[in-house]
C-alpha cells in the first residue's frame, strides 16, 4: 500500500508514523523534503531519506488573509531567539526560516492561526530547530 500520494504535482503525506518508509517496492521515488507540512491537516513531519524520524505533529499554519505559503522551499537560516521585525517586534523562538517575508517554522500556539508561519508547540519547534540545517528541503502543500 502507498504511504503517500502525489495527484497535481501535490505532495499529501497520509498519517505517518516514525520509521515509515514513504516509497515501496515499486512506488515512485519518495518526496525530496526534510520537513513536510499538510496545511489543511495541520500536520507535519521531519523526514530523513525519504523516512518518517518525526511526525505527524499538530502545526497551526497561516489564516485567512495571511496563508502560509505553498511550494517547494529550502531552510536559508535559523535563529534560536529571533524577534519579528514585521510583527510587532513578536517573539519567534526555535525561529528556521524557508520562504520570503520571514516565514517559517517556530514556537508558538496551536489554538489560532499564524501569519503566514507553521507554529509548533515548544517541544516540537525545539526538535525542528534541531533537525533542519540550512539547505534541506521544505515541502508545503
Known amino acids: 500500500m502507498r504511504k503517500w500520494l502525489v495527484a497535481a504535482g501535490a505532495l499529501a503525506v497520509l498519517a505517518l508514523a516514525p520509521g515509515t518508509a514513504l516509497a515501496g ?3 515512485p521515488a ?3 523534503c526534510t ?32 496563508e502560509t505559503p505553498r511550494g517547494d522551499f529550502t531552510v536559508e537560516w535559523k535563529n534560536v531567539n529571533h524577534r519579528s521585525k514585521e510583527f510587532n517586534d ?4 526555535f525561529a528556521v526560516f524557508f520562504a520570503q517575508g520571514g516565514i517559517g517554522f517556530h514556537e508558538g500556539t496551536l489554538e489560532t492561526p499564524s501569519a503566514g508561519c507553521v507554529r509548533l508547540t515548544r517541544e516540537e519547534a525545539i526538535e525542528f530547530y534541531d ?7 521544505v515541502q508545503i502543500r
Open 25 to 27: 517496492p515499486g512506488d
Open 30 to 32: 519518495p518526496p525530496r
Open 35 to 66: 520537513a513536510c507540512v499538510d496545511v489543511a491537516a495541520k500536520q507535519a513531519w521531519l523526514l530523513r531519506d525519504g523516512v518518517v524520524v518525526r511526525g505527524p505533529v499538530a502545526v497551526s499554519p497561516g489564516g485567512q488573509g495571511k
Open 90 to 93: 513578536a517573539s519567534m523562538p
Open 131 to 137: 533537525f533542519l540545517q540550512v539547505g534541506d528541503a
